[in-house]
């Protein structure tokens, strides 16, 4: 049987995640996401809004998977398969998938996320949502069994796929870290990884984003105790503490609202994203983040709050924020613009619980942000973060655990991917014959 592994979109490149693997007859796609650069820079552009959310559009900007090169295999895909609710794998959902005769296939999270993307965007999809829980699995149509393995990462039940085929499992392995400490939801099963590894993974699809790191990646609870430090143990009476940082980073804003309980401050996060992320929380059963911090959806809503807490007292306040990445349209930059009317007094605090995505529009954007809050007199906290994506170590045991025949490295730039061959070459893996580097365009068939 002819088993083949078709990079669509994020291959040799970061975002816009797609693959295709076919199984003889039948196909299965995994992640359908948005380049989130180019996204942002159409969304920004003149163009309207109708027009901008249409394929088209979205294709000429480079924002969406390229998903012609597979149009030959369009009748046979069986399933859309999304791994978790971060656009760069979620966001295209809606403009590719109603050409495929095919459901879409997620955990409870990200569909709650997928459904509040459609309402939000104003968009249609045809396709069947089916809800499928991380340690659960279910036979598609046409035979193949698929497997949903529990992972841990940066947004709640992120899973790993796995595609049972008759010549061994294709885990798809994109975006994940091994989190044995997080503060929200299980471990990783290692046991379950071994077992899956006894019975024979044919391809590994893994992603190389931190391949270049020389370690293992932190646990979630060395980015907890790092914001307690800075919230809890530096001396913030008076002033206004004000944390910025991934909507879509449910443990993060949990442990961020349990520092404003110990603080006596009352929690608020605000934004559209933000709010989006913890309904779909409370809806999959994850967390219910209404019960820990008052959460505002509209700018009218913050604009409002916002003057009240200044006339309250600020320093009985701790505000969650947009804005990690100096978008020109976050809450944070409209309280500098002057758009929210905050009045920064000398002293406030701003941590920033992220670190910069690593693309020339975020340094640009960031550094002219923290120009101004320097000019105000406004104390920064950065990089109070770990990431959610493996290390070289981390990668290292994955390797180990599943011993897949073939590799294959994905969601990364040539220097990553060189990053990746070199650790594969150590756990014995050769290039052209086990490993292979494949870009957007390539096919590669494996035994
Ligand atoms: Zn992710």
């Known amino acids: 049987m002819t088993i083949e592994i078709i990079p669509v979109g994020g291959w040799g490149e970061i975002g816009r995640n797609m693959t295709a693997v076919r199984v003889g007859d039948d196909v299965v796609i995994f992640d359908m996401g948005l380049h989130m650069p180019n996204y942002i820079a159409l969304t920004d552009s003149e163009i309207g809004d109708t027009e901008k959310r249409t394929e088209a559009a979205l294709k000429k900007a480079d924002a969406i998977p390229r998903d012609e090169q597979i149009r030959d295999l369009r009748p046979l895909v069986r399933a859309i398969v999304v791994t978790h609710a971060h656009l760069d794998h979620i966001g295209a959902v809606p403009y590719l998938a109603n050409k495929y005769n095919a459901p879409v296939i997620v955990t409870p999270f990200s569909a709650s996320i997928l459904r509040g993307i459609i309402k939000d965007e104003k968009l249609q999809m045809k396709n069947d949502i089916i809800e499928l829980r991380p340690g659960q699995s279910t036979i598609l149509d046409g035979g193949l069994k698929l497997e949903f393995v529990h992972i841990t990462h940066s947004t709640p039940q992120t899973i790993m796929a796995v595609l049972h085929t008759p010549s061994g499992a294709v885990v798809y392995g994109n975006d994940y870290k091994m ?46 105790e790092m914001l307690k430090d800075v919230l809890l143990d530096v001396d913030s009476k008076g002033h206004a503490l004000i944390v910025t940082t991934f909507a879509s980073h449910i443990a993060r804003l949990k442990s ?100 910069i995505i690593p693309a020339d529009i975020n340094r640009k954007q960031r550094a002219e942000m923290e ?4 000019a105000l007199g406004v104390r920064m906290f950065k990089d109070i973060h770990v990431s959610g994506h493996s290390s ?55 035994e």
């Open 371 to 374: 120009e101004k809050l320097a």
């Open 179 to 224: 989190d044995m400490n997080p503060t929200l939801g299980k471990p990783v099963n290692i046991e379950q990884l071994r077992k899956l590894g006894d019975k024979g993974v044919l391809a590994l699809i893994q992603d190389c984003l931190y391949a270049r790191e020389q370690r293992k990646t932190p646990s979630e609870q060395v980015a907890k």
């Open 256 to 355: 961020i609202a349990e520092c404003g309980r110990a603080l006596k401050r009352k929690t608020i996060f605000m934004g559209r994203s933000v709010a989006k992320y913890c309904y779909a929380a409370k809806e999959a059963g994850v967390a219910d983040l209404f019960r820990e911090a008052e959460i505002l959806k509209y700018s009218r809503q913050i604009k409002r709050r916002l003057r009240e807490i200044q006339v309250k007292g600020r320093e009985k306040y701790l505000l969650v924020v947009s804005g990690h990445q100096g978008e020109p349209k976050s809450a944070l930059a409209k309280m500098l613009s002057g758009f929210y009317a905050w009045r920064w007094s000398g002293g406030d605090h701003v941590i920033f619980s992220s670190h």
């Open 392 to 446: 070289r170590e981390d990668l290292r045991d994955m390797l180990r655990l599943l011993r897949p025949r073939h590799v294959f490295p994905t969601h990364g730039e040539r220097e990553m991917m060189n990053a990746f061959n070199s650790l594969a070459q150590e756990e014995k893996y050769q290039l052209g014959k086990t490993l292979h580097p494949l870009v957007v365009g390539e096919r590669k068939t494996v």
